[in-house]
């Protein structure tokens, strides 16, 4: 089984506040943390000069054990909650998952 990369590029709205920027990488480290599959994370505000971010002003990245592992994540209540509260945070949100 091969591992699984997920990376998202987040574009938070104007309004959004430092804290709740926060609040919400702190809460992905958290299910990071308590949901069973994920090797690791590592989330970071966009610094590059290269122009190219279209607007996506921070990234995270989450490593799975495996596909059924990030399925898994994704369906799961505390990750469905997270969504719900952070949703309406984000201008944009773009996310590809790849298999190492």
């Given amino acids: ?17 430092p804290e709740q920027v926060d609040q919400v990488f702190s809460t992905l480290l958290d299910l990071s943390e308590s949901i069973p599959g994920v090797e690791d994370f590592i989330s970071g505000v966009n610094n590059s000069p290269e122009g ?8 995270f990245v989450m490593t ?6 990030r399925d898994a994540y994704l369906t799961h209540p505390e990750h469905q909650a997270f969504v ?11 996310a590809v998952d790849f298999e190492l």
């Fill in 84 to 94: 719900q509260n952070s949703v309406p945070t984000f201008e944009k949100v773009t």
């Fill in 64 to 69: 799975f054990t495996d596909a059924a592992a």
């Fill in 1 to 17: 089984m091969a591992r699984v990369k997920h990376i998202a590029l987040v574009q938070f709205k104007a309004d959004t506040t």
């Fill in 52 to 59: 190219k971010s279209a607007g996506h002003t921070h990234a």
